[in-house]
């Protein structure tokens, strides 16, 4: 980690094994809010988890049971006014060095939000950039900014309406009413709520199910539907999707029919 590392260390956590990558944001004192150390561990987070072919797959938390994330630090904003040239200087460079998963439009590899508390504000944002979400029963969701004198301009106000309709999000959105995870999963915003005690189990039994795919097929299938929503229905089925290509000329692409064929579970290699 070089200079522009956290003064503060240990704000987010980064693991691999057997082709998952583990992030977690490591503030649960602070609800796991984000402040600009947290953004660039997280960019050099989501930074090798694109580069590394070995890693098929992600799952984003925060530390605790209160928070998956309360969004921006404003206690930092706070301080961001009296801070000296230096410290300014310091975080702007963060800034300069820092993609966060919001702004990666098209991320090729899976994610799953595995939510363990609150998931509001720019908590929210990173949750709506994920995949996949499953949520303990106690989280709840929503875009408070309006109530900060605020907007959720990290693409809260433009993901919500397109993830559970315009009129739902609107309500939240303008009110800064929170989210219950049953009615986040009514509203097809998450994909599974489960009691707290069985939120790790009910991760893994997601993880498992796409391990058991493909990671090739994976890929190809999320750059399909995510690019292709971007397009007319006509224009998204005759469109040729690189990851698609990568695909048809891989190992696995063979790998698939020959173990159906044999009657074993197929050996993927992501090649």
């Known amino acids: 980690m070089n200079s522009l590392a956290s003064e503060d260390q240990n704000v987010t956590t980064f693991e691999v094994k057997d082709h998952v990558a583990r992030i977690t944001l490591n503030r649960p004192a602070a609800m796991n809010s984000m402040n600009p150390e947290v953004r660039w561990e997280l960019s050099r987070h989501w930074d090798k988890v694109e580069a590394d072919d070995n890693i098929w797959l992600a799952v984003l938390t925060g530390a605790g049971e209160r928070a998956f994330s309360a969004g921006a630090d404003l206690k930092h904003r706070a301080r961001e006014r009296d801070a000296d040239d230096a410290q300014k200087a310091h975080w702007r460079q963060l800034a300069a060095e820092s993609t966060s998963l919001i702004e990666r439009w098209h991320f090729p590899k899976p994610i799953i939000a595995r939510v363990n508390g609150f998931a509001l504000g720019g908590g ?148």
């Open 124 to 271: 929210l944002e990173q949750a709506l950039a994920c995949d996949i979400i499953v949520a303990a029963e106690h989280a709840e969701f929503g875009l408070p900014e309006p109530r900060r004198g605020l907007i959720a301009g990290s693409a809260g106000v433009h993901r919500l309406p397109r993830q559970i309709g315009l009129k739902p999000a609107m309500g939240y959105m303008l009110t800064g009413r929170h989210i219950p995870a049953q009615r986040a999963y009514e509203l097809g915003l998450v994909n599974e709520v489960v009691p707290l005690d069985k939120l790790d189990e009910t991760v893994e039994g997601w993880v498992n199910d796409i391990l058991r795919c493909s990671p090739l097929a994976v890929r190809a299938t999320k750059e399909a539907t995510m690019r292709g929503l971007d397009h007319p229905l006509p224009q998204a089925y005759y469109t040729a999707y690189p990851a698609n290509r990568v695909r048809e000329n891989s190992q696995d692409t063979l790998e698939g029919p020959r173990a159906f064929a044999e009657k074993r579970p197929p050996k993927w290699t992501g090649r």
